[in-house]
């Protein structure tokens, strides 16, 4: 089986696309320019490549859809759908030669995701959902762990951001989580990726506080159509407004609730 929609093709089509120009860029990451966007947040010349490759492919086949994407920010059109577009997720890790980044790109439907592709050019694995349709890699149906219990658990989170005004929140949670229960807690450095993990089953739940819409809106789908829970930090679906992102396979839901708090 495997998810076919005309959207879907689209947008496969252009991540493919601006896999290409990706994959040279990391090889030759010695040659890139590099500046500072702000603390811990760099923009690379490959980033405004990428995000161009794709929005001129996602344009080119749906020349009415609105556009939100990281580094271009907002194109306004048609009013029901947009892309949401991260070029780059895991810059860092990009330009530290490190092989674990992401495209990623969401398709919003009256303000709902309705479809979701994160593409990691390097180990060429594409995640791909579709409201109702279910969650792929690579055509194979995937599906979130079945764990029950915080203690057997392996856990994502990312950040803190040096510049966020929540960093002590966040140090706190991260705290909580390595005194409260103790287990396995990895920061890989690609949202898109921890959320695309999480509806693998590669891990069991995932939180972070500050994320940007671009960052996850791929990764909601997908955890949703894993058969996971999407929520913020008090199991709410406040979780874009309120910029605290908590996914898991929704058996250890309410366990990382409390241990968050
Ligand atoms: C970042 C990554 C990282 C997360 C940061 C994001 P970028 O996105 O997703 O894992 O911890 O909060 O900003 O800057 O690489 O697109
Ligand atoms: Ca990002
Ligand atoms: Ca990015």
């Known amino acids: 089986m495997k998810l076919s929609s005309a959207n879907i093709n689209v947008m496969i089509m252009a991540c493919r696309k601006a896999s290409k120009l990706l994959i040279r860029d990391f090889g030759e990451i010695e040659k890139l320019q590099v500046s500072l966007k702000g603390p811990g ?45 991260d070029p780059i997720d895991g810059t860092a890790n990009f330009l530290h030669g490190i092989p674990h980044f992401a ?50 658990c392996i856990i994502f989170t990312g950040g803190p951001k040096q510049s966020s005004k929540d960093k002590e929140l966040a140090l706190k949670e991260y705290n909580n989580f390595s005194s409260k229960v103790l287990i396995p807690i990895r920061k890989l450095g690609s949202a898109a990726l921890d959320m695309a993990y999480v509806a693998a089953g590669r891990c069991d739940g995932y939180w972070q506080r500050n994320l940007n819409y671009w960052d996850v809106a791929a990764g909601i789908i997908l955890v949703k159509e894993a058969g996971g829970y999407v929520t913020d930090f008090n199991g709410g679906n406040e979780y874009i407004q309120n910029k605290t992102i908590l996914a898991n396979n929704s058996k250890i839901s309410e366990e990382m609730i409390e241990v968050l708090k």
């Open 41 to 85: 947040n760099f923009v690379t010349v490959a980033d405004i490549k990428v995000e161009k490759i794709l929005i001129e492919a996602l344009q080119k086949a749906r020349p009415n859809y609105s556009i939100l994407s990281e580094e271009i920010g907002e194109i306004d059109n048609d009013k029901s759908f947009k892309w949401i577009i």
């Open 103 to 152: 495209i990623s790109v969401g398709l919003e439907q009256n303000k709902e995701i309705i479809c979701g592709i994160i593409y990691d050019p390097i180990k060429d694995e594409m995640f791909i959902a579709e409201k109702g349709n279910g969650a792929y890699l690579n055509n194979q149906r995937i599906r979130v762990s079945s764990r029950s219990k915080l203690k057997d």
